[in-house]
């Protein structure tokens, strides 16, 4: 069996972006190795959720560890940053954020777990982060560096399938959702998130393991709340929207489509 190294930026990232893949992989004898490399110590949270005292990083913490064991993970690791906050906040320029992190140092970081774990794969975010958060755009930008020190054999970028996100916002309605494409007349002019479907090498079907995402989901509770509307959806929409993770294999032949992280490696 094969051991998968996943790159994160904070805990609750592994959940939404590649959960299904991660629960898939452990089910199937994988080794599954999570690493963050932030505690996510300035996302939002509502007020009074925290205990008096409790900061914020130290739920997350909790709360990703309880994610990985739903996942099934065998290893959780912090790569030691902080996190850099949205872009152009102040909290990018604090020396110990992610985002002021230098490549090659922060990549020695996680190289080393991955030589550790003789990482067959490891898995980081498109050039863009996804969404363009500073923290998820240096998950690529060191991971890629990581990969090269450790001669990780393959490297997945976790992404968005934007296509298929634009086809779901259009039918919507036939689920019972309400969402901000209601006052969007162009989704495709407006949804940015992700690559569009040709970029995408391999598509992993989650739908076996979506259970185990959702319950991961709703591990992050600081993060993701019951009424959010990625948990408050139907569960034909949640199936819709989440029975796939898509990804983008570094370094794939043109053309390349595979559903499988683990295709060509030795068994």
Known sequence: MATAVFFHAH??????????????AAAAGHRVVLVTATKGEHGEVA????????????????????????????????????????????????AESFWQADIDEAGERLAK??????????????????????DHIQVHRVGRRAAELANTPKVYEATINRDHMIELLK???????????DDVPNPE???????????????????????SKRNAMAAHASQIS???FFLAMPRDAFDAAWGQEWYILHGAAPGTKEDDLFAGLPA
Not at 11 to 24: L, N, R, S, V
Not at 59 to 88: P, W
């Open 113 to 134: 777990i991955l030589r550790e774990e003789h990482a067959d794969v490891l898995t980081i975010y498109d050039p863009n982060g996804n969404y363009g958060h500073p």
């Open 171 to 181: 039918r919507a309605h036939e689920y019972g959702l309400e969402t901000p494409a």
């Open 189 to 211: 002019e407006a949804f940015e998130l992700g690559m569009p479907a040709e970029a995408i090498t391999t598509t992993v079907d989650v739908r076996d393991h979506l259970d």
């Open 47 to 94: 007020e009074g959720f925290l205990e008096p005292g409790e900061a914020l990083w130290e739920r997350r913490v909790r709360e990703v560890k309880a994610a990985a064991d739903i996942l099934g993970v065998h290893r959780n690791e912090f790569l030691g940053y902080v996190d850099s906050g949205m872009m152009d906040t102040p909290e990018n320029n604090a």
């Open 226 to 228: 019951e009424t959010s």
């Open 11 to 24: 805990p609750d990232d592994e959940a939404i972006a590649t959960g299904g893949t991660m629960a898939k």
